[in-house]
């Protein structure tokens, strides 16, 4: 058998794993991985910047920041169903979509995907870049740009275990950063006199909501790629409240920071380095590393999910199931390239122009998660066919209709309500410029999806694993295996 289909168990430091399920002799870990993971993927200076955006565009302080909660408490529940999946699972998050769209209906959504991680992540590089020539005093802004894409590379390539320790890393480091910048924001402003300089609006506020919503659910495409490799006992509530719990705290707290520092009126947002860098005072080398050390943390989820996704894309048009790790070497490398290449190359204008649009792709995601959602928790009720995921001919067919169709009206229906840099509908001009896009996507698509899907899906009685592969030790390795067929057959 060949590498591109199988591949022996991973005993080295660099992650062999792509787009196949993680045997269970392969998993490994508990769920406070995933409060450090995303706590250190939050805690960083663009979730500040989301949280000023709040305030610019029209919020008052104490009202962006309760806007803030709600929105991260509403994203973050979504996105953290989608991380209980992994253990149960043990697939890329892309991978189980297939369920619900077939083997080839998934790729639908995976482009913009791919396009929305090369947009963060070409930012990201660039804030990056600009903290590691102030650390250490380069003149040519490419220095900084690509030393971070060098980092990116390195750690997205030895994957999931290093990816988790800079998580782990990155909390700690940001928990003390940005504790210290907000004692220091605490002595050089008057932070109270942010509080009621402008009226309450409903407007405001649900664009406050929308915006910490729309963040949480950006990570639902790969947030499940990262607890996969859980032992397939761990309970659905632990994972579930360890990435709730470390996405949502830390999102509010720099979001709230961001809050202050706009109503503040300090002149962050066109100078976010430099600004963090000035407040920090005798500390701000130390505030430069934070940043970075924050920015790789997410970067690495970007350039991590970003070649799963390419990965996902390709297998679905050959039923492959599994990629040599030369071909994972050059996916990796060739997104990290990518990203490194947009922001060398990119003006400050287009920059902030690309990322807006990456903004509006949020629209693809919020329908997208609510056919994911509703199916597996209420519809096939955690119970896959595994190796018909990777079989157009199988129990999930190439194209599934009606998850198309409830997809494609949940990208529509959002049109009249959406309010972005890039666009504003008349229903949300009426509204005085509320956005509820993503509250009306979610509700029509799970409405019109339920009833639909729970006549024509083909649920299988059981939970159906892949038959053992011996590269990937004996059977008794696999979580649920018992030797009978029942295990590759693909019909009811």
């Not at 995921?389 to 409830?406: E, I, Q, T």
């Amino acid at each position: 058998m060949s590498s591109e289909t199988s591949t022996p168990v991973s005993t080295g430091p660099i992650e062999r794993r792509t787009i196949d399920m993680v045997p269970e002799d392969e998993r490994h870990g508990s769920p406070s991985s995933q409060f450090t993971l995303w706590f250190g993927a939050n805690m960083q200076i663009t979730a500040v910047v989301d949280g000023a955006l709040a305030v610019v565009f029209g919020a008052e302080a104490m009202a962006a920041i309760v806007g803030l909660l709600i929105g991260n408490i509403l994203g973050g529940i979504v996105m953290a169903l989608h991380s209980a999946q992994g253990p149960r699972l043990g697939l890329p998050q892309m991978i189980s979509s297939r369920v619900q769209f077939g083997v080839k209906g998934a790729a639908l959504p995976l482009l913009l995907v791919i396009l929305m991680y090369l947009g963060f992540a070409a930012t990201g590089t660039v804030l990056s870049g600009q903290a590691i020539n102030l650390m250490f005093g380069f003149s040519a802004p490419a220095a900084g740009i690509v030393i971070f894409g060098a980092l990116t590379a390195l750690v997205a390539v030895v994957g999931y275990r290093l990816i988790h320790t800079v998580g782990r890393i990155s909390t700690v480091i940001g928990i003390l950063g940005f504790g210290y910048l907000a004692w220091q924001l605490g002595h050089q402003y008057d932070v109270a006199s942010a509080f009621g300089q402008k009226p309450f609006t409903w407007a405001s506020f649900l664009t406050a909501v929308a915006l910490s919503a729309g963040w949480q659910m950006t990570f639902a495409p790969y947030v499940a790629d990262y607890s996969r490799y859980l032992p397939s006992k761990t309970s659905t509530a632990a994972t579930f409240w360890t990435t709730f719990g470390g996405s949502v705290i830390s999102a509010q707290l720099a979001m709230t920071f961001g809050a202050l520092v706009a109503a503040l009126g300090a002149n962050f947002v066109k100078n976010q380095v430099g600004f963090l860098g000035e407040l920090a005072g005798p500390l701000a080398v130390v505030i430069y590393l934070v940043i970075v050390t924050g920015k790789l943390t997410v970067n690495c989820l970007n350039a991590y999910g970003g070649f799963m996704t390419m990965l996902t894309t390709v297998s679905a048009f050959s039923d492959r199931r599994q990629f040599s790790p030369a071909v994972r070497l050059a996916y990796i490398l060739g997104f990290v390239l990518v990203t490194v290449l947009v922001a060398l190359l990119a003006s400050a204008n287009f920059l902030s122009t690309f990322k807006n649009f990456v903004l509006l792709l949020l629209t693809v995601f919020v329908p997208w998660s609510a056919v994911n959602l509703v199916d597996y928790y209420l519809i096939s009720k955690e119970k896959v066919d595994i190796p018909a995921l990777y079989d157009s001919r199988g129990r999930y067919g190439a194209y599934n209709g009606v998850a198309l169709f409830s997809y494609i009206l949940g990208i529509v229906v959002q049109i009249p309500f959406i309010n972005q840099a890039m666009y504003e509908g008349p229903l949300a001009k009426a509204m005085g410029g509320a956005d509820i896009s993503w509250i009306v996507s979610l509700a029509v698509t799970s409405l019109v999806y339920y009833p639909l899907a729970a006549r024509t899906m083909n649920v299988p009685r059981q939970m159906i694993y892949p038959a053992p592969d011996p590269a990937d030790g004996p059977p008794d390795t696999l979580p649920g295996y018992d030797g009978s067929l029942a295990h590759t057959r693909h019909a009811g």
